[in-house]
């Protein structure tokens, strides 16, 4: 069986905790979108592993991980992420495979991505990952493959293009001898595409999404979005083999954040919002950034249902509202004087003023109003909770 877990928001919904989770009924688990602009928080108790590039495969229990051609590495952070799994779990980077034909975040495109976003009059506030800037240089035909490394003459000759065609002044053979160190140290997981679907075609795989429906390029609130087709629309090209997918897992949180810029109809601007982000926590784990906080919102919770093609879902962070006395969602928008409760594409939702409905609070998940609140969400977006996140740790979880 395959399954591809994606958010529904704006990304941070628990994508890496759900998939650890989950994890233990696949064979391996496979990162097809995105690159370190992700960040994916996996509490195990004894302590904590956020992930940036490498998938969040349970690593107790040796499954396997797979960075597949559509994820954009940048080679630093994965040797960091792989020390960092290497000290808590050793040998289990061996368990790790990377495709050959992934691109590599060259590290001066980090700060091409600050200065692109810099220049806008209406900046989307990136990770400063570079990841724009890979994606864009992919579709250039001026990226840089880890294959390319397997020939350094013609690596040095594609890097000096490269500053040549982003006019910059930068230590051509330093940055090369840079990547090439990290290249070496990284080679034993590196695999053609070709042979890891060969090798995975008849596995059960979990597809592990990045970002949000919300963030995908085509699918979210263009051009606040991300530089990849992060919903499930994007594990084909991703993984680079048609796989067919039996389940869309998506999973929301009990109300919404987004961190960066761009619209967000039921943002809490005050102290409701200032609230939740305490008690959840709601710090980018990437940047670090506080995130905006709102209502649960349904109108985007079932476009974002429609455009993946979600089979069931997940909730999370329910537990954060626990003892909250009022609470609200979101039941449809008011656009321009008009109600609306559906909407086909997202390009007015800066103007949309949201309609609230208060719902009852709830003391902790086992109350009755929480249970009349799983119902209402089915309800609206017509498919089924499969289970719902307690806590923080993997094993907070509950199936319905
Ligand atoms: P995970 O996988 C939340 C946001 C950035 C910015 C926009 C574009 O942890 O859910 P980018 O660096 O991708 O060019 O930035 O997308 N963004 C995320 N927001 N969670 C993420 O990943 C994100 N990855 C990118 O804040 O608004
Ligand atoms: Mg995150």
Not at 80 to 101: A, C, R, Y
Not at 297 to 307: E, G, S, T
Request: hydrophobic share 35%; proline share 3%.
């Amino acid at each position: 069986m395959n399954s591809v877990v994606v958010g529904l928001q704006w990304g941070d919904e628990g994508k890496g905790k759900v998939v650890t989770y989950l994890s233990r009924k696949y064979d391996c688990v496979v990162r097809y979108s995105g690159g370190s602009n992700a960040g994916h928080t996996v509490d195990y108790g004894q302590f904590k592993l956020v992930h940036h590039l490498v998938p969040s495969a349970d690593l107790r229990l040796r499954k396997g991980m797979y960075i597949a051609s559509g994820v954009a590495v940048d080679l630093s952070v994965l040797l960091q992420e792989i020390e960092q799994i290497e000290n808590l779990f050793p040998g289990s980077s061996e368990l790790l495979q990377v495709s050959k034909q992934s691109h590599v975040v060259v590290p001066f495109y980090r700060e091409l991505d600050g200065k692109i976003d810099v220049a806008r009059s209406e900046p989307v506030g990136t990770t400063r990952r570079g990841i724009g800037l890979c994606y864009a240089n992919r579709a250039l035909r001026f990226g840089i493959r880890l294959e390319d490394f397997e020939e350094e003459q013609s690596l040095e000759k594609r890097l000096a293009e490269l500053t040549k065609v982003w006019n910059l002044q930068v230590d051509t053979k330093l940055i090369l001898s840079q990547l090439l160190d990290m290249y070496r140290r990284l080679s034993y997981l590196l695999i053609d595409s070709v042979e890891a679907f060969e090798k995975l075609r008849d596995k059960d795989l979990l597809f592990e999404a990045t970002q949000g429906v919300l963030l995908d390029v085509d699918a979210g609130t263009y051009p606040y979005v991300t530089s990849t087709n992060c919903s499930s629309s994007g594990v084909q090209a991703g993984f680079g083999f048609p796989v067919r997918l039996d389940k869309v897992i998506g999973v929301t949180k009990a109300y919404t954040t987004r961190v960066g810029e761009g619209p967000f109809p039921t943002e809490l601007k005050g102290e409701e919002g200032e609230k939740i982000r305490r008690l959840g926590g709601e710090y980018g784990a990437t940047t670090g950034r506080p995130r905006r906080c709102g209502w649960l919102d349904f109108v985007l919770l079932r476009y974002a249902v429609k455009v993946s093609g979600c089979d069931e879902l997940i909730l999370t962070k329910a537990d954060v509202l626990n003892g909250f006395e009022r609470l609200a969602v979101c039941v449809a928008y008011d656009i321009d004087g008009v109600k609306v409760r559906d909407v086909k594409n997202l390009r007015n939702i800066h103007k949309a003023e949201p309609l609230y409905e208060e719902i009852e609070g709830w003391r902790d998940l086992g109350s009755l109003s929480f249970e009349r609140f799983l119902k209402r969400i089915e309800q609206e977006t017509g498919v089924k909770i499969s289970h719902v996140s307690t806590g923080p740790k993997v094993e907070d979880i509950v199936e319905l």
